[in-house]
Nanobody, 125 residues
Framework: QVQLVESGGGLVQVGGSLRLSCAASGRTFSSSTMGWFRQAPGKEREFVATISWSGGRIYYADSVKGRFTISRDNAKNTGYLQMNSLKPEDTAVYYC??????????????????WGQGTQVTVSS
């Protein structure tokens, strides 16, 4: 079964940076769309960013444009989310997910088949 292992979350101050990693196994990652989502307590899961299987197409939520960067290294079966200029509103559990084979990216959670366990990001003011 496909497994996604996330790391890199933690506590940072306003304006700080974090880099999240998503290590995948199961031979599915390199041919699949990857996405990052987040969820704060009492709120619905929110789209953050997505990247096509080959890395050529990228989409961001308006709330993170200019601050976050999604990337992937298919040779390492690993995806990344670089987060800069962090705000308290970014506090949430962040999840990586993989979706359609050879997909071009999607902001819809239902399009994704496998999810990581999540990693907590807390931004203190």
């Amino acid at each position: 079964q496909v497994q996604l292992v996330e790391s890199g979350g933690g506590l940072v101050q306003v304006g700080g940076s974090l880099r999240l990693s998503c290590a995948a196994s199961g031979r599915t990652f390199s041919s699949s769309t990857m996405g990052w989502f987040r969820q704060a307590p009492g709120k619905e899961r929110e789209f953050v960013a997505t990247i096509s299987w080959s890395g050529g197409r990228i989409y961001y939520a308006d709330s993170v444009k200019g601050r976050f960067t999604i990337s992937r290294d298919n040779a390492k079966n690993t995806g990344y989310l670089q987060m800069n200029s962090l705000k308290p509103e970014d506090t949430a559990v962040y999840y990586c997910a993989i979706g359609p084979p050879y997909g071009l990216g999607s902001s819809a959670p239902e399009e994704y088949d496998y999810w990581g366990q999540g990693t907590q990001v807390t931004v203190s003011s």
